[in-house]
């Protein structure tokens, strides 16, 4: 059976590092895999000046990479167990829209509303900032500011989810022991 395992948080908190250590550290064990982030690819093939409707084009963008990934991992596992690690979902949209643009789209509500996960990671913002040409958001102020909208959105669900913070060795060994517990 495959299990979808969903990494959100602020920028430059590390989820695609954990999302591919993770993949790395459970391959062999199970199938795996992990979905990147759609943004990124999106946001440097047409700049940063992005609207409020580009955020729906890029909502939609990682919904059809997450579920082509899927549809290969599900192929590549034939009915094993397989684990999917995924790099931002449609929380990730809804708190960058409201974020930005003080508002949703509603097709982005309606996903969270009717996808389903089975396990979130939510990255803190304990570790040093990265800059790179797609992130906005250096102020540590920000980035508590989303990490609290995130923190938010995840109590008001019933997935189950961690925080993992730390050193990326720490986060990595928290996400380890978590998902461990979780698979057994």
Known sequence: MLKKI???GPESTGKSTLCQQLAKHYNGRYQTDWCPEFARE?????????TYDDLLTIARGQLE????????LEQKAGGEDALIFIDTDMM?????CEFVFGK????????IATR????YFLTNTDIPWVQDELREY????????LFHMYHDLLVNQDTLWTVVSG?????????VATMDDFLN
């Open 104 to 111: 949703c789209h509603s097709f982005i509500l309606d996903q």
């Open 167 to 175: 050193t990326e060795e720490r986060r990595l060994k928290t996400a």
């Open 6 to 8: 969903v990494i959100i």
């Open 42 to 50: 999106y946001l440097l093939k047409h700049g940063m000046n992005y």
């Open 138 to 145: 250096p102020d540590l102020h920000s980035r508590q500011q």
């Open 116 to 119: 389903r996960y089975d396990y």
């Open 65 to 72: 990479l997450e579920d082509q990934r899927v549809r290969q």
């Open 92 to 96: 990730v949209m809804k708190v960058w």
